[in-house]
């Protein structure tokens, strides 16, 4: 169980890298270049307020099951 443990570390990292790059590709730049204010409203709280946390979020869970921290 604790190999499983830490292979879903692997992914939550996975998942992270993956969130960070849709997220800013997808969501925050395309909204950020629109030009037009309320694209810019929500590009802005998706690239300062959101993406870190989600991103960081991931990244802490997937180093957390990685170094063991879920072991039983």
């Known amino acids: 169980m604790n190999t499983v443990k830490r292979f ?3 992914v939550w990292l996975g ?3 993956l969130a960070g790059y849709f997220g800013l590709t997808s969501l925050g730049l395309p909204k950020l270049a629109s030009g037009k204010t309320d694209d810019l409203v929500f590009g802005l709280i998706i690239v300062i307020v959101l993406m870190p946390l989600i991103v960081g979020g991931l990244i ?3 180093l957390y099951a990685l170094q063991g921290e879920y072991d039983d």
């Open 60 to 62: 802490r869970f997937g």
């Open 15 to 17: 998942l992270a890298a």
């Open 8 to 10: 879903m570390g692997v």
